[in-house]
């Protein structure tokens, strides 16, 4: 058997010790008992280590959550800003409809005003006729009706001439509207990526 020399001092400084079997220099062989050290200290740390794990997996929970959160409004934010740029993409297309119905009426009340012009020059070139005995009062009657038809027609016409180009400037409003919430689902999607 060996024999050996333990100064308490030098063992265990720090550790409660609840019971003190040897003395100092006292000889002991191998494997028999010096002290028993108090395990209430030990068994509180390893308490407060498995809550310390057991809130930290907790956090690890909520973080994932969280995390799950904001790549969930990155999505959202993604499809918002798919969504604006096709709202955007409809408006231009609707200003592009609406100069488009702008130029249509245009030519329609173009071609109004001729017939109307060709029907003006047509009723006066005929009129002065009548007198002289060489159209009857029907073919004037008729000249005049067709006149006045013009007239009303080119009224229609300056009426959705003015429609089509309110259109135009209601589209272009829209359109620009459509751009800024474009703009600020962009804002927002870097915000969310962020």
């Known amino acids: 058997t060996e024999i050996y020399t333990l100064s308490l001092h030098d063992a265990l400084p ?12 006292q000889f002991r062989k191998q494997g ?5 050290i108090d395990p209430r200290p030990y068994q509180y740390a390893v308490e407060k280590a498995r809550s310390d794990l057991a809130t930290l997996e907790g956090q690890i929970v909520d973080q994932r959550r969280t995390i799950a959160s904001q790549v969930s409004a990155v999505g959202a934010a993604r499809a918002n800003t798919d969504s604006a740029t096709a709202n955007v993409d409809r408006a231009a297309a609707a200003v ?3 100069k488009a119905n702008v130029a249509a ?3 329609a009340l173009d071609s109004a005003n001729a017939e109307l012009a060709y029907q003006t020059n047509n009723f006066h070139r005929i009129e002065p006729l009548l007198a002289k005995q060489f159209v009857t009062v029907d073919q004037v009657d008729q000249v005049r009706t067709a006149v006045t038809a013009r007239q009303q027609t080119v009224q229609q016409l300056r009426s959705q001439l003015l429609l089509a180009q309110t259109q135009v400037v209601s589209a272009q409003a829209q359109y620009e509207q459509t751009k800024a919430a474009k703009e600020q689902s962009h804002a927002q999607l870097d915000q969310s990526q962020h």
Request: proline share 4%.
């Open 105 to 107: 009426a245009q030519a």
């Open 14 to 25: 720090i550790c409660p010790i609840t019971q003190l079997v040897v003395q100092d220099n």
């Open 32 to 36: 028999e008992l010096l002290f028993e």
């Open 96 to 98: 592009d409809e609406a």
